[in-house]
C-alpha cells in the first residue's frame, strides 16, 4: 500500500515570505499521480496544484509550485509571495495511475501566514 | 462549476442510530468517494464508487455501508452508529480519468454521542 508522510505539522511565516511544505511518498508504481489539495477554515477542500508522475517538468500554478524528484520519491510545495489568504491545512495526496481508486493523503501541514 | 453538497453541516447521533449521510453532484461524475477526517490522521477513504450500483471498500469500510442507486447520489450509512465514528465526512466526486480532480463537499461534522 501507498503511503504519504508529511513532516512538518505546522507552519507559520510572515505575509510575503516564501514556503516550502514537504511531502515524501512510498510506491513500487511507475504511474501515479500526486496533488497538493487546500483546507482552508470554511473546510472547503480545494486543489491547489497537480502532478503526473511521467512528466519531469514540475507543475506551476500562479504562485504555487512543485519541486517533484520521482527518484527521492518528494513532492514538495513551494508557495511564493505568501497571502493571508493561504492559511489553511495543506495535504499531499498520492493517486495510483490505474484506475479509479481514492486518494491516499499524508497527514496535513498547518500553515499559519502571520500579517 | 461543479458542486458537491452534503446534506447536512452539523449532525449529532446517538449511539446505535442509523445515520445516513447523502451527497449529490451535479456534473455527471462517474466516480464518487466518502473519506473520513481526523486530526493528526489526514483524510481516509471508507468507501468508494466507479458508476451505478457499484461501490469498493476502502481503507477503513467497518462499520459503514454505501449506496449508489443513481448517478448523481452516493449514500454513506452507518448502520448503528458508535462514538468512534465521531469525525469529519467529506464526500468526492470526478470524471472517471483518474488525473481528473476531485471535487470535493463541504463536510458532514459527525458526533455520536
Known amino acids: 500500500a501507498q503511503t504519504v508522510t508529511q513532516s512538518q505539522p505546522e507552519m507559520s511565516v510572515q505575509e510575503a515570505e516564501t514556503v516550502t511544505l514537504s511531502c515524501t511518498y512510498d510506491?513500487?508504481?511507475?504511474?501515479?499521480?500526486l496533488f497538493w489539495y487546500k483546507q482552508p477554515p470554511s473546510r472547503q477542500m480545494i486543489l491547489v496544484i497537480r502532478?503526473?508522475?511521467?512528466?519531469?517538468q514540475n507543475a506551476t500554478e500562479n504562485r504555487f509550485s512543485v519541486n517533484f524528484q520521482k527518484a527521492a520519491k518528494s513532492f514538495s510545495l513551494k508557495i511564493s509571495d505568501s497571502q493571508l489568504g493561504d492559511t489553511a491545512m495543506y495535504f499531499c495526496?498520492?493517486?495510483?495511475?490505474?484506475?479509479?481508486?481514492?486518494?491516499?493523503f499524508g497527514k496535513g501541514t498547518h500553515l499559519i501566514i502571520q500579517p | 462549476d461543479v458542486k458537491v453538497t452534503q446534506s447536512s453541516r452539523y449532525l449529532v447521533k446517538r449511539t446505535g442510530e442509523k445515520v445516513f449521510l447523502e451527497c449529490v453532484q451535479d456534473m455527471d461524475h462517474e466516480n464518487m468517494f466518502w473519506y473520513r477526517q481526523d486530526p493528526g490522521l489526514g483524510l481516509r477513504l471508507i468507501y468508494f464508487s466507479y458508476d451505478v450500483k457499484m461501490k469498493e471498500k476502502g481503507d477503513i469500510p467497518e462499520g459503514y455501508s454505501v449506496s449508489r442507486e443513481k448517478k448523481e447520489r452516493f449514500s454513506l450509512i452507518l448502520e448503528s452508529a458508535s462514538t468512534n465514528q465521531t469525525s469529519m465526512y467529506l464526500c468526492?466526486?470526478?470524471?472517471?480519468?483518474?488525473?481528473?480532480?476531485?471535487?470535493f463537499g463541504p463536510g458532514t461534522r459527525l458526533t455520536v454521542l
Open positions: 502532478q503526473e508522475a511521467y512528466k519531469q
Open positions: 495526496a498520492y493517486l495510483s495511475g490505474g484506475g479509479a481508486d481514492g486518494l491516499t
Open positions: 510506491t513500487s508504481e511507475n504511474n501515479y499521480y
Open positions: 468526492a466526486s470526478r470524471f472517471r480519468n483518474p488525473s481528473n480532480e476531485q471535487f
